[in-house]
């Protein structure tokens, strides 16, 4: 199945969505959710070893624990990051 981004796909009762970031160096997050864990998640741009390490650490949580732990999170000076995009990705889907 193609993701398009911005857009919500349900398969299998996993609700799956390529999210477009802002603010950061990492262009897209590929997330998919089923039954409130996240099973996926991948960034695409960004610095490879910490999107990775981020992608490894979430990957199995409840979202709800996601959000709660990186919802905030800044780069340098930017008023976002990766880990904080990640948090309005699984927002996104939340709401879908």
């Not at 999107?51 to 930017?78: D, F, H, P, S, Y």
């Amino acid at each position: 199945m193609e993701l398009q981004a911005g857009q919500v796909q349900v398969h299998d009762g996993e609700k799956q969505l390529l999210y477009k970031t802002t603010g950061t160096c990492c262009q897209y997050i590929e997330v998919a959710v089923k039954d409130s864990k996240l099973t996926k998640c991948c960034f695409y741009g960004g610095c490879n070893g910490n999107t990775q390490g981020v992608a490894k650490l979430v990957t199995g949580m409840e979202t709800e624990e996601v959000i709660k732990r990186l919802n905030g999170i800044r780069c340098g000076t930017k008023c976002t990051s990766c880990p904080d995009q990640l948090c309005r990705a699984l927002e996104q889907l939340q709401e879908s």
